[in-house]
């Protein structure tokens, strides 16, 4: 049997975190039986339709920390925030008694955060306990350094560059210490690779990058949305500190140079649960902070250019790739392209700086060229990204691990 540990059920599988884990266990449950271990701020019942991805599914309750205890934690531990936010003991009684019926293969735990839930099997030998594979979404350390160097940048945003600097070194350890523990690691990019191998792990971890639905995420899906032209769309979580950062540096510094080129243009920045600072941007001409959507799709048909102008993040984007399979021109930055086998002015445009404005009005400007990078960005991603080719290294490593 494999034990999943998630913080949430991914259900709906709607931002990068869940789509990954959703992907993942329908893998797994093509291998052999699965049961999910996962968190719920309401638990209760399982969807019917995951009946089939799982044999068995677990939800314990979990309240985010009160602002208080996650003060004292900051200030009183040396392990990283991450460590404690969903720090569940209800969770660790469930698999201890799972683990008792000695029937467990694996465990695969799902992204740093979740590492807590294995701490006390991690200095037994392998023998002794389950095969213990960890999926990296980040590397999470690195990931806090690239925030502390974008949040340094301007004072008012001093106290996240803080918080970042703080846990970057705090999660070097923690991070360490656990990639070095458990027995295999599954890392998204080959830059993540790159840089969990640097923490002292024996091996190379095993690079299995996000994937996209080709069949889901296609250009003639659904109708686009009615957005007026030339429309640039920007999709993802508005509270995840990465998008936060793209969205403030694209709408305060970039978008006034491509609005003075094209006084018509909108940008539409598309994400669940805006933060404050990203819902002010709606007072800048022409902006306009769409918050969640039920589907992202009908945004992204609609675009005329997809940007992606992130500075900070690890891992490899998944909403790039849903504007790839959808066909669309992209302008990213390298980083917001970092780890896919992407080439400028082929597969997308990589621009940054002031660069990234006269890219962005160039692309809107020329019908031909857009349609040429779409076609060249879906192409790719139908051939190297799909879901079921990304997940392939994964699979080699459960299948050897489970009775025939």
Same mark, same amino acid.
């Given at each position: 049997?494999?034990?999943?540990?998630?913080?949430?059920?991914?259900d709906?599988?709607?931002?990068?975190?869940?789509?990954?884990?959703?992907?993942?266990?329908?893998?797994?449950?093509?291998?052999?039986?699965?049961?999910?271990?996962?968190?719920?701020?309401?638990?209760?019942?399982?969807?019917?339709s995951?009946?089939? @991805?799982?044999?068995?599914?677990?939800?314990?309750?979990?309240?985010?920390?009160?602002?208080?205890?996650?003060?004292?934690?900051?200030?009183?531990?040396?392990?990283?925030?991450l460590?404690?936010?969903?720090?569940?003991?209800a969770?660790?009684?469930?698999?201890?008694?799972?683990?008792?019926?000695?029937?467990?293969?694996?465990?695969?735990?799902?992204?740093?955060?979740?590492?807590?839930?294995?701490?006390?099997?991690?200095?037994?030998?392998?023998?002794?306990?389950?095969?213990?594979?960890?999926?990296?979404?980040?590397?999470?350390?690195?990931?806090?350094?690239?925030?502390?160097?974008?949040?340094?940048?301007?004072?008012?945003?001093?106290?996240?560059? @803080?918080?970042?600097?703080?846990?970057?070194?705090?999660?070097?350890?923690?991070?360490?210490?656990?990639?070095?523990?458990?027995?295999?690691?599954?890392?998204?990019?080959?830059?993540?690779?790159?840089?969990?191998?640097?923490?002292?792990?024996?091996?190379?971890?095993?690079?299995?990058?996000?994937?996209?639905?080709?069949?889901?995420?296609?250009?003639?899906?659904?109708?686009?949305?009615?957005?007026?032209?030339?429309?640039?769309?920007?999709?993802?979580?508005?509270?995840?500190?990465?998008?936060?950062?793209?969205?403030?540096w694209?709408?305060?510094?970039?978008?006034?140079?491509?609005?003075?080129?094209?006084?018509?243009?909108?940008?539409?920045?598309?994400?669940?649960?805006?933060?404050?600072?990203?819902?002010?941007?709606?007072?800048?001409?022409?902006?306009?902070?769409?918050?969640?959507?039920?589907?992202?799709?009908?945004y992204?048909?609609?675009?005329?250019?997809?940007?992606?102008?992130?500075?900070?993040?690890?891992?490899?984007r998944?909403?790039?790739?849903?504007?790839?399979?959808?066909?669309?021109?992209?302008?990213?930055?390298?980083?917001?392209?970092?780890?896919?086998?992407?080439?400028d002015?082929e597969?997308?445009?990589?621009?940054?700086?002031?660069?990234?404005?006269?890219?962005?009005?160039?692309?809107?400007?020329?019908?031909?060229?857009?349609?040429?990078?779409?076609?060249?960005?879906?192409?790719?991603?139908?051939?190297?990204?799909?879901?079921?080719?990304?997940?392939?290294?994964?699979?080699?490593?459960?299948?050897?691990?489970?009775p025939?």
């Amino acid at each position: 049997m494999i034990l999943f540990l998630a913080p949430e059920l991914p259900d709906p599988p709607n931002k990068g975190g869940s789509i990954r884990a959703f992907h993942v266990l329908r893998r797994l449950a093509q291998l052999g039986p699965v049961t999910v271990l996962a968190l719920s701020e309401r638990p209760g019942p399982p969807p019917p339709s995951w009946q089939a @991805l799982a044999h068995e599914i677990r939800l314990f309750p979990w309240r985010p920390r009160p602002l208080p205890v996650r003060l004292r934690q900051l200030l009183t531990s040396s392990r990283p925030d991450l460590a404690f936010r969903y720090r569940t003991p209800a969770l660790v009684e469930g698999m201890r008694a799972l683990l008792a019926r000695g029937s467990v293969a694996l465990i695969l735990i799902e992204g740093l955060e979740m590492a807590w839930a294995v701490e006390a099997l991690l200095p037994r030998p392998p023998g002794s306990r389950p095969f213990l594979l960890l999926d990296e979404l980040n590397a999470e350390y690195r990931l806090q350094e690239r925030l502390f160097r974008a949040d340094q940048r301007d004072p008012r945003r001093w106290i996240g560059a @803080l918080y970042s600097g703080i846990q970057a070194r705090r999660l070097r350890r923690y991070e360490a210490w656990v990639v070095r523990g458990v027995d295999a690691v599954i890392a998204v990019s080959e830059p993540d690779a790159r840089d969990l191998h640097a923490l002292g792990m024996a091996r190379m971890p095993v690079v299995a990058p996000n994937g996209v639905d080709t069949a889901f995420f296609r250009p003639e899906a659904v109708p686009p949305a009615p957005l007026p032209e030339p429309a640039f769309v920007f999709t993802g979580s508005m509270d995840y500190r990465p998008n936060i950062d793209a969205a403030l540096w694209l709408a305060r510094a970039v978008w006034p140079r491509v609005r003075a080129a094209l006084p018509a243009a909108r940008l539409f920045l598309v994400g669940r649960r805006p933060a404050p600072a990203v819902r002010a941007l709606s007072e800048i001409p022409g902006v306009e902070v769409v918050g969640e959507v039920p589907d992202v799709r009908p945004y992204l048909a609609a675009a005329t250019v997809y940007v992606a102008p992130l500075r900070a993040g690890g891992g490899t984007r998944l909403k790039v790739l849903e504007a790839m399979a959808m066909g669309k021109a992209i302008v990213s930055t390298p980083m917001g392209c970092e780890g896919l086998t992407v080439r400028d002015q082929e597969h997308v445009w990589l621009a940054d700086g002031e660069a990234f404005a006269e890219a962005m009005i160039a692309l809107a400007t020329d019908e031909a060229r857009r349609r040429q990078l779409g076609e060249a960005a879906r192409r790719l991603a139908v051939a190297r990204y799909d879901w079921e080719q990304t997940l392939a290294p994964l699979e080699a490593i459960v299948r050897p691990l489970l009775p025939r």
